[in-house]
């Protein structure tokens, strides 16, 4: 079983140069799978990665939508499939299998409902209980400035490092960074991403 980000950068037109979000996505893709057959930047503004450890593939949505709002003015439509992969191509977008399907056919769903996250497993009752946490979580995440995005972004890829060590790295203060990652309710949202590991775990046991 493996999990499927399927995902579109919103506003992404109004852009005049694309260069200053796409140096960003692929930064973002290639911190999370070093391997850039597993993933691939296609028509664009749309992207697929693979996240092999189904348990991280929220994560991998915080990471990623922080990477993309440290742009002002755009956002990110993620969809997570998690299944099975029946066949392997050259590439991420040739590659197919149930993981895929969900995830494809549920970023068309996010376009209609107006939603920027949701997953999609062989689970309903479990999707829909891990759908209406996001919602929750979007409440707070679709609103990150370009400064909470940035200190949601290197508190990932510097779990242990200190928020004086962060402040040296961005030249603000050891308060400040402390005041953004409350802004961002970033103890939240790595909480509810700990729940979301325990409750993808029992599908994958």
Request: charged content about 30%; aromatic content about 6%; glycine content about 4%.
């Amino acid at each position: 079983m493996t999990s499927i980000i399927t995902g579109d950068i919103i506003k992404s037109r109004q852009k005049s140069d694309p260069n200053s979000w796409l140096s960003s996505l692929k930064e973002a893709l290639s911190f999370l799978e070093k391997d850039t057959k597993l993933w691939e930047i296609y028509r664009g503004d749309s992207f697929q990665i693979e996240i092999k450890d189904a348990k991280q593939s929220f994560g991998a949505c915080i990471y990623i939508k922080a990477c993309i709002k440290m742009q002002k003015g755009l956002d990110v439509r993620l969809a997570i499939g998690i299944g099975n992969k029946s066949f392997v191509g050259d590439t991420i977008t040739e590659s197919n299998g149930e993981a895929f399907q969900f995830s494809g056919e549920t970023l068309e769903t996010l376009k209609k409902e107006k939603v920027n996250l949701k997953v999609k497993t062989d689970n309903e009752q479990l999707d829909n209980e891990l759908n209406l946490y996001f919602k929750l979580a979007l409440a707070i995440m679709d609103k990150w400035t370009s400064n909470s995005a940035e200190i949601v972004k290197l508190t990932i890829e510097q779990p242990k490092a200190l928020q004086q060590e962060l402040a040296r790295q961005i030249g603000i203060s050891q308060n400040t960074v402390s005041e953004r990652q409350k802004r961002a309710k970033l103890d939240e949202i790595l909480e509810l991403d700990k729940m979301y590991r325990q409750k993808i775990n029992t599908l994958l046991v």
